[in-house]
Nanobody
């Protein structure tokens, strides 16, 4: 069973930075797309950024130029560097990983969510 463990959230002032990490545990054959999503209070979950197996990245318009997604394939870990944070970035952030498990079946796993709060 593939599990994801997120870390790095917290409270930061506007203009500050945080780095989220999401480590994959469990045996997998391959990992394809890795991504970050977020859900603010009273809103639907939305895509923040994704990175493909070929390292192609995609970002929500609201975070372009401020957030950077990256992955370490040796560690099966995805990162989200968040700079110039704004109060509207406040949300619970969820990691998502898609790939092929040990039994050659596709998996689509979610992390437990981690709180990011941007406030003065």
């Amino acid at each position: 069973q593939v599990q994801l463990v997120e870390s790095g959230g917290g409270l930061v002032q506007p203009g500050g930075s945080l780095r989220l990490s999401c480590a994959t545990s469990g045996v997998v054959r391959s990992i394809n797309t890795m991504g970050w999503y977020r859900q603010a209070p009273g809103k639907q979950r939305e895509l923040v950024a994704t990175v493909s197996g070929g390292a192609t990245t995609a970002y929500a318009d609201s975070v372009k130029g401020r957030f950077t997604i990256s992955r370490d394939n040796a560690k099966n870990t995805v990162y989200l560097q968040m700079d110039n944070l704004k109060p509207e970035d406040t949300a619970v952030y969820y990691c998502n990983v898609q790939g092929i498990n040990l039994f050659s079946r596709r998996f689509d796993s979610w992390g437990q969510g981690i709180q990011v709060a941007v406030s003065s």
